[in-house]
């Protein structure tokens, strides 16, 4: 879900629980100051309300279709919650509310004002469940991201242990083409004394089948 329509979520059921709370404490005000005042900080909640609900419309409408269908169905219920406040402050703010309110007791006796007590406790019960289902959500987003960063920090010392094993290992190889490298030195220039060695052999091999030549004849050539 997305963070943004959280926080417009949790912001509209405070202000929700708020706008019931004073709905109820200014129906049975008389006509005067007071209610006025009352009226007043009621209809600002309501516009307050109403950009809250369009923020989370164009919120909702620009995350991806699987949490749109989600996001758009709640604020379908908010709409309707929205709509039943805009109600009853028309109700409290008309000028013939007081002799309204006096025909509808008549009418229906006090069962109906018990009755729209209970409906604005269910709906402020509704109101404050939602901003504790706000509230659960936000938390297990922050446990999400302190989880992902520990996982994150975990990585980068695995990778620091394999970055310092591939150091050293990397010393290891240097000292072995060094090893080599003296190796190949050294036969080569054993190599280069063999080849020496066999001429110096050849040579000395030459002058004695030579001198063996050269005394034979001789020997032959006195008889």
């Given at each position: ?50 950009v809250l609900i ?36 028309k109700r409290i ?131």
């Amino acid at each position: 879900m997305s963070q943004v329509f959280e926080g417009y979520e949790r912001q509209y059921c405070e202000l929700s629980v708020n706008l019931s709370r004073k709905c109820s404490s200014a129906g049975p005000l008389p006509a005067g100051e007071q209610k006025q005042q009352k009226i007043s900080e009621i209809k600002a909640a309501v516009d307050d309300a109403d950009v809250l609900i369009r923020k989370m419309d164009l919120e909702a409408r620009s995350l991806q279709p699987s949490a749109k269908a989600m996001m758009l169905a709640k604020l379908r219920e908010y709409k309707s919650d929205l709509n039943k406040l805009k109600r009853e402050f028309k109700r409290i703010s008309s000028p013939n509310a007081d002799q309204a309110s006096r025909e509808e007791l008549l009418e229906s006796g006090m069962a109906n004002v018990h009755t729209a007590s209970a409906d604005q406790g269910a709906r402020m019960a509704m109101s404050v469940e939602r901003l504790n289902q706000s509230s659960d959500k936000i938390m297990e987003s922050r446990r999400t991201v302190l989880e992902t960063e520990e996982l994150g920090v975990s990585i980068l010392e695995d990778l620091q242990q394999q970055r310092e094993t591939l150091l050293h290992s990397h010393k290891k190889l240097h000292g072995v083409d060094d090893a080599i490298d003296k190796s190949k030195k050294v036969l080569t220039a054993m190599s280069r004394r063999m080849s020496r060695n066999k001429w110096i052999i050849g040579s000395v091999v030459g002058v004695l089948i030579v001198a063996i030549i050269f005394i034979l004849f001789y020997k032959l050539s006195h008889h």
